[in-house]
């Protein structure tokens, strides 16, 4: 037996006439687009997560260049702490 009762010939006869219905070309391009679109999918995921990373980089290295102009570190905790209550 198969996936839930369906044996390998019965799969085999349905991609037989998915395939006589719609085509190679058309399969290909459809199976083309769909992992394209799983692909800007993923990308948009990871995007969205990097900004955030990226922020909390810069808030750091304003802080630290703060310091380092005024030679105060009070300042700087003071700018990162406020960066941290937004």
Do not use: C, H
């Amino acid at each position: 037996m198969g996936l839930g009762g369906i044996s390998i010939w019965q799969l085999l006869i349905v991609l037989a006439i998915v395939v006589l219905l719609f085509g190679t070309k058309r399969l290909k391009g459809i199976g083309g687009d769909l992992g394209s679109a799983v692909k800007g999918f993923k990308k948009a995921i990871d995007s969205n997560e990097d900004p955030k990373k990226e922020e909390e980089k810069s808030q750091q290295k304003i802080a630290e260049d703060a310091s380092k102009t005024t030679g105060s570190e009070s300042k700087a905790e003071d700018v990162s702490s406020e960066q941290k209550d937004k």
